[in-house]
């Protein structure tokens, strides 16, 4: 195919945009869109801390098969795929702020659906400063997302970004005011779309027809925030931390893996489920200890005392060891040994695994969770 002509301005300069690029199928998408109108398209991804598919290709480096597409960035491969260039941009030590403070409460379980939106857009409009850009675009659909895309949040969030008049939304852009990019002829508002509602299928029918076939198929978004496990995860963690503290980015890491038991105000126990999250937990050693049944296979347990707590007493350390030995082959022996590591040597200890009868709920994190109780410390 011949090259696509540059769109200009008045001037003659180039038309530039920033792109939020998830990898998802709407923002590859908009990208698309954009793109194919001659404009010059920088996209950027934010790194929160608390997306899936980050996660998922970190595991997926620690198990022994590496599926191509478990491994890769999403939002790299829609730059490659659409031939633009991709910035990744880590903004996991402000986020922080976002999630614990949200001026606008918070949508499903511990995600702050608008405060998140407005925060990326106002660090994508720094970014168009920078850039010497002309306006930020995304892949937002009208009424896709109950809380953050319904006409009035977006625009609400269009204007706490400061770029009233600058943020286009290519998806939806015939069914919303004019920006001054269409108006100024930067773009042409006729190629542009009218999608809305939550349905994906008039975006899967246009990314084929585009030749885009490769985009992960639409589940309900990548954020973490959004899952009831990891949410009630995150208020455990901050109903338990100092009220002087926060969540580190190790604490947001390894709420994402393994079973999960609260055994005191000031320790957690987290089980792994696979070989993947065992390796995992082992890159916390010597953080804290480990717990492990050395004749059989099984999971490794990684006991999370909080800064301040005091550590596990004899009683204590049994009964975690205990609970492990449930969790492998040797939960049918009478007696198991199960090591329990720490940076100065290993106790070995004798135990009677957990019968599988005890369901641990007094251990276990509940699921159901108010995330506006989570600040209540």
């Known amino acids: 195919m011949p090259p696509i002509p540059r769109r200009l301005k008045e001037d003659g300069r180039p038309v530039k945009a920033i792109g939020l690029i998830s990898g998802g199928l709407d923002s590859t998408l908009a990208a698309h869109v954009i793109a194919e109108q001659g404009v010059e398209v920088l996209g950027v991804n934010f790194s929160t801390g608390f997306c899936r598919s980050d996660h998922h290709r970190a595991m997926g480096a620690m198990g022994k098969t590496q599926d191509e597409k478990r491994l890769r960035n999403e939002a790299l491969r829609a730059g490659a795929d659409l031939e633009i260039p991709v910035r990744i941009v880590d903004v996991s030590s402000d986020y922080m702020d976002v999630i614990l403070k949200p001026r606008h409460g918070y949508g499903a379980n511990m995600n702050p659906c608008i405060d998140c939106r407005g925060y990326m857009l106002r660090a994508a409009r720094a970014i168009m400063d920078e850039e010497g850009a002309d306006f930020v675009f995304t892949g937002e659909v ?32 015939r069914l919303l005011a004019p920006t001054l990019p269409e108006r100024h002829g930067w773009v042409d508002r006729e190629r542009l779309l009218r999608l809305q509602g939550r349905t994906r299928k008039p975006q899967m029918r246009l990314a084929d027809a585009a030749g885009l076939t490769d985009t992960p198929a639409p589940a309900g978004g990548c954020c973490y925030l959004t899952d009831e496990v990891y949410a009630s995860r995150f208020v455990d963690l901050l109903r338990h931390l100092p009220a002087d503290q926060r ?106 695994p957990v019968p599988e009868s005890d369901p641990l709920d007094e251990y276990r994190i509940a699921r159901k969770i108010d995330a506006r109780t989570a600040l209540r410390r």
């Open 142 to 173: 009208l009424g896709q997302r109950p809380m953050s895309q319904h006409l009035r949040a977006m625009q609400l969030i269009e204007r706490e970004s400061g770029l009233e008049g600058l943020l286009l939304r290519p998806l939806s852009a």
């Open 247 to 352: 969540p580190t980015p190790r604490d947001v890491l390894l709420l994402k893996v393994g079973r999960h038991f609260r055994l005191t105000p000031g320790l957690k126990m987290v089980i792994g489920r696979d070989e993947p999250e065992n390796n995992f937990l082992r890159t916390f050693f010597p953080e804290g200890p480990f717990v492990e049944a050395p004749d059989v296979s099984g999971p490794l347990a990684y006991v999370h005392v909080h800064p301040g707590a005091a550590p596990p007493d004899r009683a204590l350390r049994e009964r975690m060891a205990a609970i492990v030995a449930r969790y492998g082959k040797g939960r049918d022996d009478e007696r198991l040994r199960v090591d329990y590591w720490r940076p100065e040597g290993v106790e070995a200890l004798d135990v009677k």
